[in-house]
């Protein structure tokens, strides 16, 4: 019976220490039994041929050994609620350090880089995070306790949707990419255009003139709208404070472009330049305004739309309101 | 193509068959598994019993699932050496009996619904 035991010492050999000497027990004696039954029809019988007509690979028979629900290391009863905390968490740590960082690189000299150092490290904290809230819940798990908060729900606890209008994916993954396309645009990471074409001639020293407190709410504005698109990925209805949300954000959204269309000179080319392209600046910085005068009006559409939801929770504007 | 197609298609609805039977199975295992341990069994000859009775279950279901009984206090169980090796008994337990007592119960009205739902569904 050696091959026997060879192959239940290596079933045991995954699981728990604690667990192995009464599991290897219980189950080299069902092998056992098992192949001695079969030997009562074939003699000539192998353990090896035993084993392979009838057993599976000693690690997908301890698996099967081990569904059970002490196992788990956050279990079904606990799996939402700590998916739940874990996003909340999360939510609230980008949160906070969004907030200190604009409030500390306007208080500081050099105002990005107070910025970045301070957004580098929500990363790091997330993990840290992460790992508190999963040590309670595997806690909670090992210590048998039961998600008693989850007992005492009440039909009431519901968050109404209002007038039950469906929020679409696509629009808010259109969010998402436009938002971390913009936010990885200001930060540098990516440049488009990387040239502009005249004359022949290619100037890729060219910069957009803003002040800096513009580039950090741009900055804060994207990454908030980078959570808001993620956070309504995760939604299946509109409720009124995802609305409200919206038009608060979308009135910010309008107030920094007015602001930026306001400004007197956009753009900006530097170095020596061809007269051409002193000639097409005054154009590209018109056409530039024109672009973000179009991007303000559909964003004024957007809220004109929530805020008449809003008012009007049964309001259609031509789309299926179920 | 189109028998490559149907073949995909034979595939995946077996394997929703497959994994459906286990669900359906769950339930009536540890009925079966409780109702046969009134007498003391080990693993392996409980396995047999059950067969012999018709009913099949690899070692991978019958051992989490009599370990899953003894945690809930249905089962107890005893070492003890027979021959060369060790053997644990199992046997149900007072508590075990009375919850038998109240799922056999259920399972029959279940089971009298569900021939009677079934049988509407064939005319």
Redo the contacts between chains.
Sequence with gaps: MNLLKAYAHQVVSYHPPADRDELFAEIYDEICEEYTDQRKKNSALSEADFLDANKQHPMKYATQLATDSSSYLVGPQFYFSFLSTLKTGASLTAGIYLVIAVVASLGSANQWRTFYSVLFEIPGTLLWVGAVILGIFVALEKGGEKATWLDNWKASDLKVADSHQSISRSEAFFDLGLSTIGLLWIIDIIQFPIVIGADHAWYGNWMVLLPDWCWIALAALFIFDIGFSLLRMTRNLWTTRLRLTTVVTNILWISIIGFIALQPQLLEVTGPVTETITDLIPALNRALKISLVVVAAIVVWDTVSQIRRLLNPIFVDGSSDK | MKIQSNINEDRSSSEIVDKLNLELRRGALLLAVLSQLNEEH????L?KRLHSKGLDI????L??LI??LEKQGLLTSE?RSDEK????YYRISGLGESVLIVLTKRWRALNESIDGILGEEEK
């Design positions: 080990y693993g392996y000859s396995r690899d070692e991978g279901t051992y989490p370990r899953r070492w090796r060790k053997k644990r």
